[in-house]
Every structure is written in C-alpha cells, then in structure tokens.
C-alpha cells in the first residue's frame, strides 16, 4: 500500500522531532552540568572601550566570587565567637565547600614582618619621606620617641630592625593592618555598639552559578544557620557573595517561569476547549507549540552554549505567540465543515502563515542587531521557536487533522467578533482611529527615559542592604566602580598609580574618601623606592651617593655605597647609641643598608599578597592595575580624581551599561521605522500599494496608541519598551494579514475569520501579557508594552479591510473573492 505523501512528511518531521526531543533532554540533564546561566554579567553587553578594560571588570568580579562572605553577630562577644566556631565546623562537614574559614590557623605574626625588611630602606611612607627631607631633622629625637612609643593592635616590627618606624608606619598602611577585623581568640573580629561580629568564609568548590553546587551550598547554610541560632539564641548573620545573587536571579525567573509558563497555558487551554470545543485541537495546539520550544531550546544552546533564566522566562511567554500558527490551521478546519481537506487548508493558509511569519522574525531580527547578549539570545530563541512551530503546521498537523472538525468555532465568539468587525470597519472607523492618534498626543508630550541597569539586575533589597553593612562592619571595600591605571610597562604602571593615589590621599584628609585599594600602596614603583632610599641615605651619611633602584645590580650598588659612606659609615650607629640603643643592634641596622629594591616579581611571591594578586593584569592585552575606591559611588566625583592624570580612568559598569541603554533606545526611532518600511514593502509586494497602508494601519496605530498609552500611565520610556514595540509591530501585522488572507475563505460565516484573529491575540495577551507581573522590570516592561500593543493591533485589525467588503460583510453575503 502506497503511503500518501500527507504521511510521509509528517512521519519524517515526527522523527526528527523525536531525535530533537532526545537531544533537548540530553543538552538539559544528560552532561553533567546544566546549560542554565544566572551569571548577571553573562548577559550583560562589551561596553568598554578595548578589551583590558573588561578584563578588569571580569576579574574585579570574580575576585570573591565563589566564596560566601558570612558575618556572625551577637551583643554577647563569647556567644558570637562560639556560634561562628560552629558555622565553620558544620560548613566545613560538607564537601560542597572547598575550604572554610572560621579560626585563623597559627601562624608566626614575624611572617608579615620579616620578609619586608630586605627592602626596608626603599618603602617609607610620603609623611617619613617628608619627615626627613624637612630641614632641621632630629634622628636622635626620632629614635627616642620611637622607644617610648606604646605597643599598636596592628602587626609590628622589632625595634632593632626597624628604630626610626619607618618600615611600622609603611606596614600599618597595608590591607590587613587596615581592615576593621582584627585577630581575637584566632578569629576575626569587629566591634561595634550593637556587639560583636566574627567573619567566616567559606570557598565553594565549584562555580556559584552552577546550579547544583548553588543549591546544595545554600541547603548546607541553611541547615547550619538553623542549628547556630538553635544552639546560641539571639545570634544573627549577614551574607554577601556572588552565589547569593545568581540564586534571587534563579528564583525569580523560575517563579515568573512557573506564573507566565503555567498560567498562560492554563489559560490558552481553557480558551481553545470553549472555543472549536473538543480535546483533539487542544492537545494539536499544544503539540506544535511545544515542538517550537524544544526547538528554540536545541538552536540557542548549541548557538550560545547556555540558556539565560531571561531567555527561559520570554520563552514560556512565547507559547502566546507560537500558537498562533496552529490556532489558523485549526480555526480553517473548523470553518471549513465537512468538505475539509488537510492539504487544501494548507493551502488556503500557507500565503498567511509565511507573511506573518516574516514580519515577526523581522522584529526579532531587529533584537538580533543590538549588541546585548541577553536580547540576542531572546532573539535566537524567538526565530527558531516560531519556525519550528510554522514548520509542525505545514508537515505534521495535516496528518493529525485529516478529518473534518465536527463542530465549528464558538458561535458566541464568531457573534462576538462579527459586532466589533462593523464598529471597527470603514470609513467610520477611520475617522474615529484619526481621533485616538490626536488623542495619542499628549501622552507622547508626557514620556519621560529611564536608562537605568537596575532594569534589568534587580536583586532583592534585602540581599543589597546586608552587602552594605558587611561592607561597613568588616571594612571591606565594594561597588562596581574602580580605576584603571595602564601603561606600556610595569614601572609606568606604577608611577601612574602613584599619581592617583597621591591625589586621593589629599581627598582621605578632606573627608571625600575613606580610602582605597592599590597595588601601588604594596608595591610602590621603581623611581619612589629610589627617592625613599635617597631620603634614608640622608640619615646613614649625607655625602653617600643614592642607590639606582631601577636594574642597577645589587653588587655593584653596594659597593658604590660602601666606598663613598666610609668617612660617615658610624653617623647612624651614633645616633641610634646616643638615643639610647645598644651598639650591637646599631651595628646590625647600619650593616642592613641599603637592601634591595621590592619587585613585582617578590610581590606576587608573596603569600600576604596573595589575595589581591586581582589587582595586578598583565597579559596580552596589556599591562595594567585596579584602584578600588572605598566610602565613595558618586560617579562625578570618582571620575573627577582621574582628570589629567595619564593613563588614568574610571571604570563604571553600570553607568556604562545605563549610557548603552540610553544610546541604543536613542536610535529605536531609527529601528522602528526602518521595520515599518520593510513591513510595508512586504505588504505591497502582496496587496498593491492601494490596500497595502490599510494592512500597516492597525500595528502602526497601535505602536502609536501605546507609546501614549505608557505616557499617560507615567511609565518612563525604556530600552525595554522600544524592543517591545518592535514585537509589537510584527505582532499586530500577523493579525492584519490573518483577517485579510482569511476572509475571502469565510464568506459563509461572516465573522470567523475575526474570531481566529481574536483568539490569536487572546492567548497572546495570557502570556505576553503575564510578563508584566514579572520580578524582573525589564520583563515587566516588556509585557506591559506588548499588553497594550496586542490589545490596540487587535482591535484595530478590521481596519485592514477594504471597505467595499465591510458593505458586503454587513450585509452577511458576499461572493467568494481574491485575498488581493
């Protein structure tokens, strides 16, 4: 028996969407890890301007990125010590955490002292430096008050190695000597009014946007917080961390998932079932639009490599839209009655289904072209859904539908539609459409812009305000803004930092700036180090020549050295003894001059250092240093210390995304009318230039209609909306081009091809629409736009009508005519 090629097309595209099926699974659950990213920066665009600049914020990022930063509170010193002990130990049980960190391990406090004093005599502080040079320096009595002085919190040198300070006050300017925690019962910790606060750290041993690390970290904290405060009442924790965003991200796309996602499906299965009444169509419609994800998962994984929870959430909002396609094919079914035929309907509604369908891959096409990951991989996911879902309807659904519908669609939604078709038909209708664009303008008068990139990264208040206080408590400096400092080597790297810091330390005294952090405050460059080294050469001997730092070899500067002091060599032992020191630890001090220059290379062996090793960036897209300012975000200000200083900028995420915004909403003018045009050439191809502006009446108008509509409501216009309206247009042309094309086949129904229409834009409106009850303002904006922009289009598609077959329509008979 000869199969009719009805059946083996649809046999094929059922075994290939089975293969895809398997595939989609395997890409979701079969490798390992998953493809869903909630990395906030992942989908954010390049908008610095060359590549060592987004170095520096994607290392800026990741320096504490997998680590939970964990602050322990209680008003009691002991129960806040004793319930962050039991933090650690029941984090440190599951294997989830690579390491943490509650109790300091013992270490010899001379680790951070000793290793400096080879360079002792090329690292003084600029208030020692100027101390120094100051004409009428007392040595003598610098080495006395330096005996009298009292024991510091802070780590501190011998005497004998260090009798002026100078290389105390040079450590006392180092991160760890700056932080507000402070090593107590080998713990760190703060005071403050409210009690005291300990810090543990617990280091993940995988990436905090991986979901199962993500979820069984913050499982293994939960648990751990709840024996704590079980076992020492009153105690509290502050959390900060990048895995403690990635999973609000998470939570509230798949809440706003399961709302648009459920919901909407609910919603569109409840309306096909009262509308052609029967399973079968429901279960079609569901099918086609399902194959359509699953393929727009396939296409923006291998594509992209990972699926943005922003992408998954526009997706389940794309069931609306997707079932269009099969909602045509099904509503040509139900109209046709018993002489249908699965071929002819394709037919009949295949000039239809690859006009709308070329006008809405045209919007998403127009996301596409901006430079925004986010929007791209929406874009992605929105082509390949569609086209696969167009696609079921020519190959598969013929098959599945090749008997007659036994009843029709709904007479009370044809009845329905066939009124609002006259109301909203001819020249009437024109004229009153006129009157709404008039009234359109005064909302446009009143739109405000919003570039803002909390638009789109809105984490919970909640989360941002105990980042804030960690931040306060335990000192630690935060923020997204930071200075880049570049240069063709590392010495003018240094130097150039050294400029900046300079400045910044004249704004520390003018109570602008509580401080800052620095590679030049560790490492200072090669020409500073020799002018301390100058200035501690006055002390030993000042006709002793100064020390080249710069390259000079170590031998050969120390003979230089030693030759030209030989008539003063005692000058320093003089002093130190007549201060009061005794003439061996003298002898020693003077014999440890000059040392050796501190390189770059003995910095990054260093273990203190280690950790802001983040700082430092030198590769192939060349050689620069991170600043980060601390008790300071106004942008003006920050961008103000770097003015006139070579080399030297300020690097602002967020203020450069706002400013992307802000750019690219400026040309959606352009964008927008460059669809319509392309839309309307389209239109003309297909309907003559005479009907064509009635096809392109009803989404222009109803663009129009909802710019003002968001003007009056007071919503400020966004990049979001723009990118809205561009769907709305490929949208609301779908609905013109179904009622045109699908009128001339209906003239024993008047009305129905309306109500196709209707329902199209209905169950778009229950997921599109949905969007704007969203967490993210970002989809919100979007749903809110497309929720007028499908209402308006809908109700305005009669308007695509000739007016000669509005007179027909009213008059309920008509001869079958051309779709021209």
């Known amino acids: 028996m000869t199969r009719s090629p009805t059946t083996l097309r649809a046999g094929l595209f059922a075994f290939v969407a089975v293969v895809a099926c398997l595939f989609c699974a395997w890409l979701l659950f079969g490798r390992g890890r998953s493809p869903l990213q909630t990395d906030l920066l992942a989908m954010l665009p390049s908008t610095e301007r060359h590549q060592l600049a987004e170095d520096a914020v994607e290392r800026l990022a990741k320096a504490s990125g997998d680590r939970m930063i964990l602050l322990v509170g209680n008003a009691n010193d002991d129960a806040a010590k004793d319930a962050a002990r039991q933090l650690g130990t029941d984090l440190g049980k599951d294997a989830v955490f690579a390491s943490v960190v509650a109790e300091l391990p013992p270490f010899d406090l001379d680790s951070l002292v000793t290793p400096f004093l080879p360079f002792r005599f090329h690292l003084l502080t600029p208030e020692d430096r100027a101390a ?112 403690f965003y990635a999973a609000a991200a998470r939570a509230g796309a798949e809440r706003d998932t399961h709302v648009v996602g459920i919901a909407s499906s609910l919603g569109i299965a409840a309306l096909l079932l009262l509308v052609f009444r029967s399973v079968r169509p429901l279960l079609v419609a569901f099918l086609s639009t399902a194959l359509g994800v699953v393929g727009a998962i396939v296409v923006t994984v291998l594509v992209f490599g990972q699926l943005h929870l922003l992408t998954l959430v526009f997706g389940a909002a794309l069931l609306g839209e997707a079932v ?47 430079p925004f990951p986010a929007l791209r991989q929406m874009a992605c ?44 038909s001819g020249r009437r209708a024109l004229v009153a459409t006129g009157m709404l664009l008039l009234l359109a303008v005064p909302g446009w008068l009143r739109l405000g812009h919003d570039d803002d990139i909390h638009l789109l990264i809105s984490p919970p208040p909640s989360l941002d305000m105990q980042t804030r206080t960690i931040q306060d408590i335990a000192g630690f400096g935060g923020g997204s803004q930071f200075w880049l400092v570049e240069g063709r080597d590392a010495e003018e790297v240094l130097q150039r930092e050294e400029a900046l810091t300079d400045r910044l330390r004249t704004w520390v005294d003018e109570g602008k700036l509580k401080g800052w952090t620095g590679i030049s405050t560790m490492l200072p460059s090669a020409r500073r180090q020799t002018e301390d080294l100058a200035a501690a050469s006055a002390i030993f001997c000042r006709s002793a020549p100064v020390r080249d730092a ?99 900028s300020l690097v602002d995420k967020p203020a450069s995304i706002s400013a992307l915004f802000g750019r690219y909403r400026g040309y959606a003018d352009v964008w927008l009318g460059g669809a319509l045009l392309l839309v309307g050439v389209a239109f003309v191809w297909r309907y003559g230039p005479r009907a064509a502006w009635r096809v392109l009446l009803p989404p222009a108008a109803g663009i129009v209609l909802s ?111 051309d779709a021209r």
Not at 604 to 627: C, E, K, N, Q, R
Request: charged letters at 15%.
């Open 324 to 370: 269009d396609y099969s909602i045509q094919y099904l509503c040509a079914r139900a109209n046709t009655g018993p002489t249908w035929d699965a071929q002819r309907g394709v037919r009949q509604v295949r000039p239809a289904l690859l006009l709308a369908l070329a006008t809405s891959l045209l919007g998403y096409a127009l996301l596409a072209l901006v």
């Open 550 to 648: 710069v390259g000079a070899e170590a031998s050969s500067s120390r003979v230089n050295m030693e030759t030209g002091a030989t008539s003063c060599r005692g000058q320093v032992r003089s002093y130190m003894v007549a201060a009061g020191f005794k003439g061996e630890a003298a002898d020693a001090y003077e014999a440890a001059f000059p040392g050796r220059p501190f390189t770059l290379a003995g910095w990054l062996a260093m273990p203190a250092y280690t950790p802001f090793h983040y700082l430092w960036m030198s590769g192939d897209h060349g050689t620069g240093s991170i600043v980060v300012p601390q008790g300071q975000d106004d942008t003006r200000l920050l961008r103000a210390a770097a003015e006139g200083l070579p080399g030297v």
């Open 707 to 817: 710019v003002a509509a968001l003007g009056y409501l007071g919503e400020p216009l966004t990049l979001f909306h723009i990118m809205a309206l561009m769907l709305v247009l490929g949208v609301g042309a779908n609905y013109a081009v179904f009622l045109r094309e699908g009128e001339p086949f209906v003239v024993h129904a008047p009305g129905a091809a309306y109500a196709g229409v209707l329902l199209s834009a209905v169950t778009a409106l229950l997921s599109f629409g949905l969007l704007a009850l969203g967490s993210m303002p970002a989809l919100r904006h979007f749903g809110l736009t497309l929720l007028f922009g499908i209402g308006f289009t809908a109700l305005l598609a009669p308007l695509s009508l000739p007016a000669v077959k509005t007179q027909r329509m009213n008059k309920q008979h008509t001869p079958r005519e």
């Open 381 to 424: 996911f929105a082509i390949a859904g569609m086209a696969v879902a167009c696609a079921s309807v020519f190959w598969l659904l013929p098959a599945l539908l090749a008997t007659p519908a036994r009843k029709p669609i709904s007479p009370g939604l044809v009845k329905l539609a066939l009124g609002w078709q006259r109301i909203a």
């Open 132 to 243: 120094i040079a100051a004409p009428g320096f007392d040595a003598i009595a610098a080495l006395r008050r330096r005996l009298n002085e009292p024991f510091g919190a802070t780590v501190g040198t011998r005497l004998t190695d260090d009798p002026f300070g100078w290389t105390q006050h040079w450590l006392d300017r180092q991160p760890w000597n700056r932080a507000n925690l402070v090593p107590e019962d080998d713990l760190l910790t703060a005071h403050r009014d409210d009690g005291s606060y300990v810090l543990v750290i617990a280091t993940l041993a995988g990436s905090s946007y991986d979901d199962a690390v993500q979820r069984r970290a913050l499982a293994a904290l939960d648990h751990a917080e709840k024996s704590m405060v079980a076992g020492h009442p009153g105690t509290r924790m502050l959390r900060t961390g990048a895995i």
